[in-house]
């Protein structure tokens, strides 16, 4: 990886909905090691919110997993940028990305659409190495490698990783996200123990909207489950794949097998309630090596 801006992400980020942390548990969250914070759920184009994440931190670094192109225009976005760049200089990177297709009234083809908005960002002035692209399938993943920093999956497992390191070259940034329950049987666990069942009953409960979604199920399907694993509620095969869960040291396990399949940097999901997150991001840390 050749950007040091990226290389200061560290191996292990959070993944959370925008808008859902407080000053204290952003600080929290850097002093444990985790390196950046990826805010999901489509923020809108101005972004006013991304600075109340990087205010109250010294270092933590800022990530959008993702803008949807559909919603925010690049303008924008690209003022947006521009302004935290100036306040907040190297904290940010800007992902984008085209979220569900099937939502769109005002039908494009994603690759293209992808295409014009980057060509967009471009003469706006955000540099090619301060944004990333959701890319799951062969194509999009090359248009990252050649138009962006790099790549962040979602919903995806360190075989797609193997794959998306292959597909986009040695240099390119590489953020694939994955989610976790955790379950720690002994007097030290943060709650009682959660059985393999449960452990699927929460997966499932978050992944429902997604598996609606052609472009993931496309890109599950390339990877070789078939139409039982990928038809609601899903298999227990296909949550297994995409949830990691277990005891810390296990999940840990799982974690590192995306770094060991080439990807630069995790952003770890956790399906928890928030009053839960920071103590479940402690217990999960040692194990990951971050302290």
Known sequence: MTNPNLGAFGVFGLFQQWKQLSATQLRDIEALGYGAIWAGGS??????????????TEKIKVATGIVNIWS????????????IEAAHPGRF???IGVGHPELVTEYKKPYDALTEYLDRLD???VPKDRRVVAALGPQVLKLAARRSAGAHPYLTTPEHTARARALIGPNAFLAPEHKVVISTPDEHSLEEYVTAAQARAVGRDHLGIYLQGTNYVNNWKRLGFNDSDVTAPGSDALIDALIAYGRTDAIAARLKEHLAAGADHVPVQVLTGRDKLIPALAELAGPLGLN
């Open 43 to 56: 923020p809108p184009a101005e972004l006013d919110w991304v600075e109340s994440l990087l205010e109250p």
């Open 72 to 83: 925010a225009t690049a303008g924008s976005v690209a003022e947006s940028f521009h302004r």
């Open 93 to 95: 990177l800007l992902g």
């Open 123 to 125: 003469e706006y002035g």
